[in-house]
Structures are given as structure tokens and as C-alpha cells.
């Protein structure tokens, strides 16, 4: 009988044997299971930080006598009340009558362990005013038991406050004018009526981060208000578009960038709130900058600004717009005078301090108190009103980080410093005092750990939460005036964390570019390690200048997803490289106005040390991944070393940083200049001018709402590497801005897909899904 199947022909023949090849070889993959990431997400923050005990890190002092502070255990969260004198602890508020009165308000029961109060004050007639959420609501005033939402005054507008020192008060913009709100009374009253769309009173709006908060400081009296009206009327705008069914909304708002003739500037007034009078100070408007930060306001406050205590006079910074020089000016509040009482000029940029601004006027004595990185460290310096140096306050190696009180009377200052004890890690945080009239700062926190401090009102006492990234906190109550403990307040236990398997990351250090200067970092390896294996490597990378890749020194049971990551196979690393924050002058000037350096030569330097330190490590597997700053720099890195860097996942990078923020760019990199031919100094900083360079595998993300690095930035390169007939894998976050969101657990389970496959060469779950707690 003749055979009437269809004959294949030799190409479908040859099609069906290479797809039973490429069969075999995918059965031969290894497979991660679903088990096998539930096992990493338990190292994943979310997981793994409600399994500390008693990890008390941050405490509020409510006046001298005490602070209240979050504790936390298996049972819950515990808001505590410490009485210094008795050193007692007791609760803040009664947690059942607390969770009554938001149930019944919120007309559904609330759980009493999972309370989240973000503030707390003592009333003058007895017991507590928390706040939870939006909410305030009074426990135990005036001797009545229990908790009742606080009463609100009828007609009063929604818009966030500033209270004034005496807590009588609050500042508050609206319609691009300031007004004040009495808080007993509801009373609102203008304080200005000339502010304008895009020119108003007090606006924050920095580009990159913009909000409906004033930016202004009370006076010590309560009696006047320095803030600014803000122009931003010739200032450039951004754009994004949302996405949703029907006509597209919209979001336009105020965004200046690199090279902009015309930028957001400040004209700086005084305001008398009984008066409702506008002083204007004698003094040209000025840039839109910080001593410290890409934004006027850096901690939350306008630190730049400082008052006398008797309200006579202000003392403010003005900082030019490349951050090189910086004034410190006088204002007479009485007739808006002002004079210039000192100048630095730095060849590179002026920051007034590692973590917060530094500078601080005394006028008391007639003096101010500097801060300056001149001998390539941050110390402190006394000059007087006149502009004349008296003498240096401190001397020598490390730096001055974080001043949290000067004493004018005792003629004292308490800093945080890192750097300044020899054999100690140099990023370790560690608290001092020293004299203004000079002499060696004592130190008050001997424990070689980082060391997170919480000073009292009155400076007599301060509050040391000391650990390490291996070490869990130790929280313990000091005496201001020689560091002398006086009680403990916790100490963090993590059996429960052990349980699950958690091993703390291991700390290293490596050569820089230069062969010479140290490099610190830190490792995480699956807790199966097996020497005798060899492991693909992870670098996560973050690089500055303004913040390093390994973050904070004290002790994380997470760190991103660090440890997660490396439970799926791999060894983690991350490297603080040259260019970034803490270390010497030099050390973060290393950059030398290339913004498009991003650490790289010392992430590639310091991976080959470690692959030929450890046997384990595989030098022919890397894979590299960063957010923000990061996936700019992991982009570049799979670029510049696109025989190095295998896998790359960049999440809203700054690719091109002509499309970013002014005021961060422009410090680091310097003002934009074009020569006769066109060509910018900004071209070799963008990423898409490298990308045809790509070899390897590279994932792509972004927030299409992002208004912090807006997407453009991706789809720069997105377009570039299209027109390169690159391949390449992209992700985008329709309803996201910078960090994700509700998103964010998504793009983590697609990062850990991305480097599972194509670092690791195994076959991940298919559509693992991460279960973040749902609030």
C-alpha cells in the first residue's frame, strides 16, 4: 500500500532536529521553583525586618524629661514613653483605647498591635495629642481617659501647615500666597496678595521634587517668617502624560534643566504675621541652590536660614549656581539690610557638610561657626562677624558630618564625625564635643559601630543606637557631658531572623583604580554556600556623588534585595567607589567633573580583585544592576565594559543628564558649555551616544509618571539602541513615578527572572508572585 504521508523536506528536517537540540539543552537548564524563591523572598525587608526584636534605632524627645519610641516584636508594635529621671518606660498611649476611637471613626475594626503613629507631642493640660495617619487624635488630656480624634475647627482648609515655635500657629500657601492659620481657633488670615502662578510665596518646587508644603523658618518668637517668593515664570517645563481610558491627563509643572538660560531664582523677604507686612531684604535675588542638597530644603526644613533669638537678625547662605561659591550674609529684619560676611570659593563645588549643613550663627558672641573641606577634610572654623578667621575649631583627618548642637553659653559643640579615630571603619558615624575656643573633640560613643544619636532639647542627655551591618542595635540613654551611660533602652535580638537562616553580609575591602587607596564594601552569599562552587556575581551599584552604592554602616536585616538575590544562586556585592561621599575632599572630587565616570573603574577593579581572591567567584559571569543614578551607571557599564558585564538591569536612569534637574547636574558636572562647533560638555556624559556598544543582555525600566527623572531619559536610549539593531528588553510602569510603587515587588520578581536566566543560565518560575504586605 503506498505511503501517502507528507515527505518533510531536508530544511524541515534540519528544523525539527535543531529544535530536539534546543529541547535537550533546555531540559538540561537548571530549574528554580517556586519554593526556591518563597525561600529568597523571606530576605526581602519586607520579610525579614519584622522578624528584629527590639530594634530601636530613632527615638522623639518630647521635652527634656523624655522620648517615646516605636519598639517591636513578635506580638506587634509597642509605642513607649522613657522617663529619664526615673528611667522608666511606660506606654505612650493606652493601644486598645487608641485602635477604639480609629475603629469607630473609620467604621471598621483596627488592629491595636499595628498602630502607626508618626507623631506625638505633651499637651499643657495633661496626656498626648498622636497622630495617625491624617488624623490627631488627644489621649488623656486633662485627666479623661481614653482617646478622642482631636477637634477640628469648622471651615479650614486642607492644605499642609508649618507651626510656628509656640505651636499656636501654622503657615500655609494658597492660591501662590502665604497665609497663617490660628490651630484653636481656625481663623485663617493672608499674608501676602501679590503671588502670582509660578511666581509665589514660599512654593516648593525644586523640578525634581514639588509638593504643596511651605519652605519658610518662624522666628524664635513666632512674630516673623523668612521665606521667599519664588520665580519661576521664564523657567522651563516638563510634561508627562498619563495613561487611562479616554482623554489623557496631563501633568505640566515647572522643571529646570542642564544649560537653561533662565532658572527658578529666590527673592528673599521677611514676613510680620501681626502686621501682615512684606519686608524685602536689600539684596539681589538669588539662585535656587543649598550648601548641601539639589533643593533649598534638604532635611525638611530651610537649613540656610538661621534666626537670632531675639528676632533682630538672620543670617543666610546664598550659593552660586555651580556650587562653587558660597556667601554667608546678614539681614537687619527690621529694615532688610544686608551684608556680606564671608566668601568661599571652591574649584570644584562647596557642600557645608556630609549629612546636614553645618554652618551655624552665633551672634551672641558675634560669631559665626564654619564648616570647609580647605585641608581636604571637613572640619569647623570660628570667625567672627567681621569676616575674619579666629582659629579652627577642629583639626586633622575626617570629617565633621552632622553638628547637632552648639552651645553658646558653654561655648560647645556636639557633631557626629566618621573618619576621625585611626583603626576604625572609616564610615563609621561616631558622636563628639569640642570647645569652640579649640582643643581635641572628646569622644562620647567609644563602641567601634555606626552610631545613630537622638539629642535632648536641652543637650543634657542624648539617645545612642549603635550597631554594624553584622552586629544588630544596642540602644542605650548617655549623659551629654562625657558619655557616660545611664541606662540601656533596648537591645535588638534576632533569633527570630536566625530562624529563617539569615547570615549577616560579610565586609571587605579592595584597591581602587589607583592601586593604592581603599575601597569598602559589602558581600552577601547564599546562605547554601558551597566553596566549591563557582558563582555568578551581582554588583549592585550606586555612584553618587552624592550617595555611595553600600548605603548606611549600621545594621539592615535586608538591604534591598540583597540577600534575596543572593539566595537564588549568586554572590552580591556592592562597592563604594571613588567619587562618592564620606571620605577625604579628594576622594569625592575624584570624578573631576565627569559625571560620566559613575565609579565604574573601581567597580571593575575591585571585581577582579575579588575574582582573584576567591575561587568561587566566576570572572566570566557579572552582572550589574542600580536604580536612578544606578541604571544610569549600569547602562553605561554595559557599554564601557561590554566584554566585562554581562547582564545589566537598569531601573529610571538619569541616562542623559541634559534631561535631568539643573541643580544636580550642574555640581557635579559643572555649568554646560558649547564650543564653536556645537559640541556640548555634556555629550560624553549620555548614554546613548555609547549604546551601539552593546553586548550583553540589558533590561530596561522606567515609571512613565516618573517626575523625579522623567522617562524621557530611557526612551533615549531605547531610541538609540533601536537604531543600533540592538536587542534589548524594556519594562515599563504606565502609572509609576521613581521608585515604583505599588510596582515595585513586580520589578523586583522581574529582576530576579532577568538575572536567574540569563546570568545564572537556569529557568526561573513562571510568573512568581512576591507578597508584599498589602498596606
Not at 525587608?45 to 522620648?67: I, S
Not at 547602562?635 to 536612569?653: H, L, R, T
Request: negative net charge.
Amino acid at each position: 500500500m503506498a505511503d501517502l504521508r507528507p515527505r518533510q523536506s531536508g530544511a524541515a528536517l534540519l528544523g525539527a532536529v535543531l529544535l530536539a537540540f534546543a529541547a535537550a539543552a533546555s531540559a538540561q537548564m537548571p530549574t528554580l521553583t517556586t519554593d526556591d524563591y518563597a525561600r529568597a523572598e523571606r530576605f526581602v525587608g519586607y520579610k525579614a525586618n519584622p522578624l528584629v526584636d527590639h530594634a530601636v534605632t530613632t527615638v522623639t524627645w518630647l521635652d527634656a524629661r523624655g522620648f517615646w519610641y516605636r519598639d517591636h516584636d513578635a506580638q506587634g508594635d509597642h509605642f513607649l514613653r522613657y522617663d529619664v529621671a526615673s528611667g522608666k518606660t511606660s506606654p505612650l498611649v493606652d493601644a486598645k483605647q487608641l485602635a477604639d476611637a480609629l475603629a469607630k471613626t473609620a467604621g471598621k475594626p483596627v488592629d491595636a498591635s499595628k498602630l502607626k503613629i508618626t507623631e506625638a507631642r505633651v499637651l499643657a493640660e495633661g496626656g498626648y495629642e498622636v497622630v495617625v495617619g491624617k488624623d490627631r487624635y488627644l489621649c488623656d488630656a486633662a485627666g479623661k481617659p481614653g482617646c478622642v480624634p482631636a477637634p477640628k475647627p469648622e471651615h479650614v482648609g486642607s492644605e499642609p501647615g508649618v507651626r510656628s515655635p509656640d505651636g499656636k500657629t501654622e503657615a500655609f500657601i494658597r492660591d501662590w500666597n502665604l497665609w497663617v492659620r490660628d490651630l484653636a481657633s481656625g481663623t485663617e488670615t493672608q499674608l501676602t496678595t501679590d503671588g502670582s502662578t509660578d511666581d509665589g510665596y514660599a512654593t516648593d518646587n525644586a523640578g525634581w521634587t514639588h509638593s504643596d508644603r511651605a519652605i519658610l523658618v518662624w522666628s524664635p518668637d513666632s512674630r516673623h517668617i523668612a521665606t521667599f517668593q519664588q520665580d519661576q515664570r521664564r523657567t522651563g517645563s516638563m510634561t508627562l502624560v498619563g495613561t487611562n481610558v479616554g482623554h489623557p491627563k496631563v501633568e505640566t509643572w515647572k522643571y529646570p534643566l542642564v544649560g537653561d538660560k533662565d532658572v527658578t531664582m529666590i527673592e528673599r523677604v521677611v514676613i510680620d504675621v501681626h502686621a501682615r507686612h512684606v519686608l524685602r531684604l536689600k539684596t539681589p535675588p538669588d539662585q535656587h541652590r543649598s550648601t548641601l542638597c539639589d533643593d533649598v530644603s534638604c532635611n525638611g526644613g530651610w537649613e540656610d536660614v538661621q534666626w537670632a533669638e531675639d528676632g533682630k537678625s538672620l543670617a543666610f547662605a546664598s550659593v552660586s549656581r555651580d556650587h562653587k561659591d558660597v556667601w554667608i550674609r546678614i539681614a537687619d529684619t527690621a529694615t532688610g539690610a544686608v551684608r556680606t560676611v564671608l566668601h568661599e570659593h571652591v574649584p570644584t563645588y562647596y557642600e557645608s557638610g556630609n549629612g546636614a549643613v553645618n554652618w551655624r550663627y552665633l551672634p551672641q558672641s558675634d560669631e559665626l561657626l564654619w564648616f570647609s573641606e580647605r585641608n581636604d577634610w571637613g572640619n569647623l572654623y570660628l570667625y567672627g562677624l567681621d569676616g575674619k578667621l579666629k582659629h579652627a575649631v577642629t583639626t586633622g583627618e575626617g570629617n565633621v558630618t552632622d553638628v547637632l548642637r552648639v552651645d553658646p553659653t558653654s561655648r560647645t559643640a556636639w557633631f557626629r564625625g566618621v573618619g576621625r579615630t585611626p583603626g576604625v571603619d572609616p564610615y563609621y558615624q561616631q558622636f563628639f564635643k569640642v570647645s569652640l575656643d579649640g582643643g581635641a573633640p572628646v569622644l562620647l560613643t567609644p563602641e567601634v559601630a555606626d552610631h545613630a544619636i537622638g539629642l535632648s532639647p536641652d543637650g543634657s542627655h542624648f539617645v545612642d543606637a549603635y550597631s554594624t551591618p553584622t552586629m544588630p542595635p544596642v540602644t542605650v540613654l548617655r549623659d551629654a557631658a562625657d558619655g557616660r551611660v545611664v541606662s540601656d533602652v533596648a537591645r535588638a535580638d534576632i533569633t527570630r531572623l536566625r530562624a529563617i537562616g539569615w547570615v549577616p553580609p560579610e565586609t571587605f575591602t579592595v584597591k581602587a583604580r589607583d592601586g593604592r587607596t581603599d575601597l569598602y564594601g559589602l558581600m552577601f552569599k547564599p546562605t547554601h554556600f558551597d566553596p566549591a562552587k563557582k558563582y555568578p556575581v551581582i554588583d549592585y551599584i550606586y555612584p553618587g556623588p552624592q550617595t555611595g552604592s553600600v548605603g548606611g554602616r549600621g545594621f539592615d536585616a535586608a538591604r534591598r534585595d540583597h540577600q534575596a538575590l543572593a539566595e537564588l544562586g549568586f554572590i552580591v556585592v556592592a562597592i563604594d567607589g571613588l567619587g562618592t561621599p564620606w571620605r577625604a575632599k579628594s576622594f569625592h572630587d575624584a570624578f573631576g567633573g565627569d559625571i560620566g565616570d559613575n565609579t565604574l573603574p573601581d567597580q571593575v577593579a575591585g571585581l577582579k580583585q575579588l575574582a582573584a581572591r576567591f575561587p568561587w567567584i566566576d570572572p566570566d559571569r557579572i552582572g550589574i544592576w542600580g536604580h536612578s543614578g544606578g541604571g544610569y551607571a549600569t547602562a553605561d557599564a554595559m557599554f564601557s565594559y561590554p566584554d566585562f558585564f554581562k547582564v545589566g538591569i537598569s531601573e529610571s536612569g538619569n541616562h542623559d543628564n541634559r534631561n535631568y534637574e539643573d541643580d544636580w547636574a550642574e555640581k557635579w558636572q559643572g555649568l554646560e558649555t558649547v564650543d564653536q562647533d556645537g559640541h556640548s560638555s555634556y555629550a560624553a556624559q549620555a548614554n546613548a551616544a555609547k549604546a551601539a556598544n552593546l553586548k550583553g543582555k540589558l533590561l530596561l525600566a522606567h515609571g512613565l509618571m516618573d517626575d523625579n527623572v522623567p522617562p524621557q531619559n530611557t526612551f533615549l536610549v531605547v531610541d538609540a539602541l533601536v537604531k543600533a539593531n540592538r536587542d534589548f528588553d524594556l519594562v515599563v510602569f504606565p502609572q509609576a513615578h521613581h521608585g515604583y510603587g505599588k510596582d515595585a515587588a513586580y520589578m523586583m520578581r522581574r529582576r530576579w527572572d532577568y538575572f536567574v536566566r540569563w546570568l545564572l543560565g537556569a529557568t526561573p518560575p513562571s510568573e512568581y508572585r512576591m507578597q508584599p504586605p498589602a498596606e
